[in-house]
């Protein structure tokens, strides 16, 4: 029995293909793992709150010698935290938005990259302390942004590999809906595209 944790970013509750597909994914982890528990997370129906003063002054302060307040502060980002390390699978839906994450899922990573909680630093560098988790990015965008031209402005699947692999998330999958905007056959053919990782990845 796995725990998977299921994240969505995408400001639209309707029409959003990163939602449908990671929800299509999820239904169908669910249907061949049915002991699997899953546990959801929508950061635009529940926003985490971007990092202030007080919150680096207590995630740079060692827990036991928190005070109240500080403990306080912290607060969501340990349940975040907490929720991350329980799981085993990771299905993160992230539109694209300006060639790279919507500030809510960067929000959420902001609270749940911690020094000495999910990374720490060595005399070799810094070390992921989440590792052995399987992670499954399903991302959305106007254009096609994998190859060709456009590559270069890729700043979201470079940013989450990088980050997550800062946290030890190295086995990562990219489900792409790409050229959305290319009119009605473009979404129809990344959509299949879609589907055929997703009755491969979650079997």
Do not use: C
């Not at 991302?139 to 402005?153: F, I, L, N, Q, R």
């Amino acid at each position: 029995m796995a725990n998977v944790l299921y994240i969505n970013s995408s400001v639209r509750s309707s029409g959003s293909l990163s939602r449908q597909l990671s929800a299509e994914f999820v239904a169908k982890w669910k249907a061949n793992h049915p002991a699997d528990t899953i546990v959801e997370r929508d950061l635009a129906a529940k926003p985490v709150p971007h990092l202030n003063e007080e919150m680096i002054g207590a995630f740079f302060t060692a827990p036991d010698q928190h005070n109240a307040v500080q403990a306080q502060t912290i607060k969501t980002s340990d349940e975040l935290v907490a929720e991350l390390e329980a799981a085993d699978v990771i299905v993160i839906g992230a539109p694209m938005y300006n060639f790279s994450v919507p500030s809510t899922l960067k929000a959420y990573i902001d609270h749940v990259a911690r020094a000495g909680r999910t990374f720490k630093y060595t005399e070799t560098g810094p070390v992921g302390l989440l590792g052995g988790k399987k992670v499954y990015v399903f991302t959305a965008s106007g254009g096609v942004y994998s190859e060709g031209p456009a590559a270069a402005y890729d700043f979201l699947a470079t940013y989450l590999r990088a980050v997550l692999g800062f946290l030890g998330l190295t086995d990562v999958n990219f489900i792409r809906a790409e050229g959305v905007a290319l009119g009605e056959q473009a979404v129809a053919d990344t959509l299949a595209k879609g589907r055929q990782s997703i009755d491969a990845l979650a079997a």
